[in-house]
């Protein structure tokens, strides 16, 4: 009952609720490339509905890359819709552009499409965002095989003053003594009209021992606010170097994440390995569950297609942990 498509691999995805439906955002990409890895540079994203998170009618593809020389011009990743106050859905996405055929070089920048209906979207180009100086890493750094900033994430201004995103990113500067590597950290940027959006100092310090924190998400569990990612095992590094990689979860109090107050990322636990990846909490009819998309097989090969939602409870000692098994059916 999982969503798979018969000849795609599935991988990162968001959702959103309206009028009792869910609207699912996904990437895929064809198996006939042979390679998975090769999936990143082929990436279009597809929409498919559900009432249940369980049982899914595929709506095929709603945005795909670009022209040659736009920001999105190899592909479209993985981003987040989000509902303004005109009513119009918005859909910020990654835009992804290799620089060549045969490395893994890119650039990363946030884009916008707008849909009245969910279903149909149309790119607002003029709505681009790049990682930016001081704070953050680009390519011309040098450090690493990508210009990272993508995964956007919308939430609204507790005191009301417009928007925040939150963003996979990387920092320019480094504490010392820490590895060259751990740099991940999390994006900000802010917007008084989710048209025009500017970078804004990150709300958490590199050195915390991941390279990137994937897919973030604020979500709130029994009550809970707590901030979400994915780091796998090849990208944890400095004091996480060694150990096993998934989604993971760090507590926040309600309300402090934009006060300026930095997420803590030392408290950061990992909640399921990563045999499930780029995971997302939803609310379903039995509480908050979490979805991932199945990574790794027991073989070690990629699967590719999404899980159904795992239930999600806190232990005796705070930690956010998701059961083994599929809700059932």
């Keep these: 009952m999982t969503f798979s498509l018969p000849h795609h691999w599935v991988w990162d995805f968001w959702t959103v609720l309206d009028d009792g439906t869910v609207h699912l955002f996904y990437l895929h990409a064809p198996h006939s490339l042979g390679d998975p890895e090769l999936r990143h540079r082929n990436a279009s994203i597809g929409h498919a509905t559900s009432t249940d998170f369980i049982n899914w009618t595929d709506r095929g593809v709603v945005l795909g890359h670009g022209a040659e020389g736009d920001a999105d011009e190899s592909a479209t990743w993985t ?30 920048t946030v884009l916008l499409a707008t849909s009245t209906d969910l279903h149909t979207w149309l790119k607002q180009p003029e709505t681009a965002l790049s990682a930016s100086l001081p704070w953050y890493e680009t390519l011309a750094d040098g450090t690493w095989r990508e210009e990272a900033w993508r995964d956007p994430w919308i939430e609204v201004d507790p005191a009301g003053n417009g928007w925040h995103m939150l963003i996979t990113a990387r920092a320019r500067a480094l504490p010392a003594g820490a590895d060259s590597l751990d740099r991940g950290v999390i994006g900000h940027a802010v917007s008084g009209d989710l048209a025009t959006w500017r970078a804004r100092e990150p709300l958490s310090s590199a050195g915390a021992g991941f390279a ?93 297609r999404l899980s159904d939602p795992r239930p999600l409870y806190f232990t005796q000692n705070g930690r956010l942990l998701a059961t083994a098994q599929e809700r059932t059916r």
């Design 212 to 304: 990137h924190l994937e897919v973030l998400q604020l979500a709130v569990v029994e009550g809970r606010e707590v901030l979400v990612f994915s780091c796998d095992s090849a990208h944890l590094v400095g004091q996480r170097a060694g150990s096993k990689g998934g989604i993971w979860a760090v507590p926040i109090v309600s309300g402090s994440l934009f006060t300026g107050e930095l997420v803590d990322l030392d408290r950061a636990q990992l909640v399921v390995g990563e045999e499930l990846y780029a995971g997302r909490i939803v609310q379903t009819a039995n509480g908050a569950a979490l979805l991932g998309f199945e990574n790794e097989g027991l073989d070690g090969a990629f699967v590719g």
């Design 79 to 108: 981003g987040s819709v989000f509902r303004g106050p005109d009513g119009v859905w918005r859909m910020y996405y990654t835009g992804s552009r290799f620089l060549s055929p045969t490395e893994t070089t890119n650039i990363e």
